[in-house]
Each structure stands twice: as structure tokens, then as C-alpha cells.
């Protein structure tokens, strides 16, 4: 009787721990990342400079994407946008694209040391007379762009094209098709269907104070 007593009472002591180990180590739920797809929403979640007193920029990367199974990739340039407007649907947007430097980074903090050969065909910057394919070495900013009448490249989420319009390249723009649209967590992603995904992060950055340090 008193070997079956002690047992019983070294099983529920087991049992007690047992309890008490789950008490003190409740599962910890995963985090839900929001996810945005609608182009209103999105822009609603951006600043642009029509409605902002200063001139936020964005920064990030372009990755390469398979061409079959829409997978994001790995880099393919640094990225930096601004975006300027948004009207029906459309967001109109300044960007510049570069190559990393020879030690791996994108350098976000030196845009002004070298050229910057992919941007806007049609915006008048204060490196050039007038629009055209002159590298600019200018920061993208309210005072070195003619950000008011410019001819910007778009998003439209409506005809589902990303690029030039036809106001810039008659008489039917230099678009790529757009794939998708959307702000996944702090990560704004645009996937064309050339194909490439351009990557921001959503923390816009003052021109002038680039950060100096990876944004991913």
C-alpha cells in the first residue's frame, strides 16, 4: 500500500512539472505581415511630394525575377524613387538605378560622385539644359528637378503598364507590363514583367541625410 501511495504521488509530481514547464514556455503565436494590394491604399500609405511639404525619398534594390515562376531573385541594381503624384489610379515616380560599388554596397549616402545612367527620359534636372539620356549626378530633390512639369515615368495600375508614357516617347510610351503591386510588411515591391522587382523600403529618407547603411 505505501509502494503503490509513493508512486502515485511521484507520478503527480511528474505531472505538476510537466504543467508548470508549459506555463512558464506558452507558444509564441507567429506574426502576421500585412499585406496591401490596393493601388489606392498603397498610395495612400506612401508620401508624395505633391502632397508633402518636403521630398521624401525611398530606397532599395532591383532584383531579377523568373520569368516562369514570377520568383524574386537576387540583385540586379540599387534603386532610390520618388514619388511625385497620384491621380486615377496612376503614380508618377522619379527613380534612379546604379550598380553597387566594387566593395558590395550600394553606396545609397553617394549619389552625387558618379553618374547615374538609368532615370527619367523626361524630366528636366539641373545637371542637363533640358530632358534626355545625360547621366545625372544630381540627388533626386525638389530643388535639382523640375518636379512640377515634368513628363514622369508611371505605375498605372489601371492599363497595367510601368514606364515612359506616350507624352515622353511617342507615340506609345517604353513600358513593361505590370505583374503586381503591393506593400508587404515595411517592404513596397513592384513587379514588371520584363520581368524585374523593384524593392523599397517603406521609411522614406531625406535626400539630403541618405542612409549609409544597407536598408534590407
Known amino acids: 500500500m505505501l509502494k503503490a501511495t509513493i508512486v502515485t504521488l511521484a ?56 520569368a516562369r515562376s514570377r520568383r524574386v531573385l537576387g540583385h540586379y541594381q540599387c534603386l532610390a524613387i520618388a514619388f511625385i503624384r497620384y491621380e486615377a489610379g496612376v503614380l508618377h515616380y522619379y527613380h534612379k538605378m546604379w550598380a553597387r560599388s566594387p566593395d558590395g554596397s550600394c553606396r545609397y549616402d553617394d549619389l552625387t560622385s558618379r553618374p547615374v545612367g538609368n532615370r527619367g527620359l523626361c524630366v528636366r534636372d539641373s545637371d542637363a539644359a533640358g530632358p534626355g539620356r545625360a547621366p545625372s549626378t544630381r540627388r533626386i530633390s525638389k530643388d535639382n528637378l523640375d518636379w512640377q512639369n515634368g513628363r514622369f515615368r508611371t505605375i498605372d ?27 508587404i510588411g515595411d517592404r513596397f515591391r513592384l513587379i514588371t514583367t520584363r520581368p524585374l522587382s523593384y524593392e523599397l523600403n517603406m521609411a522614406p529618407q531625406d535626400p539630403r541625410s541618405p542612409p549609409s547603411a544597407p536598408v534590407f
Do not use: K, M
Request: proline residues 10%; charged residues 20%; aromatic residues 6%.
Open 11 to 66: 507520478a503527480f509530481g511528474v505531472a505538476l512539472a510537466a504543467h508548470a514547464q508549459v506555463e512558464r514556455s506558452p507558444t509564441t503565436p507567429t506574426p502576421q505581415v500585412e499585406t496591401i494590394t490596393d493601388p489606392d491604399a498603397i498610395a495612400a500609405r506612401l508620401r508624395i511630394w505633391a502632397t508633402d511639404s518636403g521630398d521624401p525619398v525611398y530606397f532599395g534594390e532591383v532584383r531579377n525575377v523568373d
Open 157 to 183: 495600375t489601371r492599363a497595367r503598364r510601368v514606364g515612359e508614357t506616350p507624352a515622353c516617347v511617342p507615340p506609345n510610351g517604353a513600358a513593361a507590363g505590370l505583374f503586381s503591386l503591393e506593400i
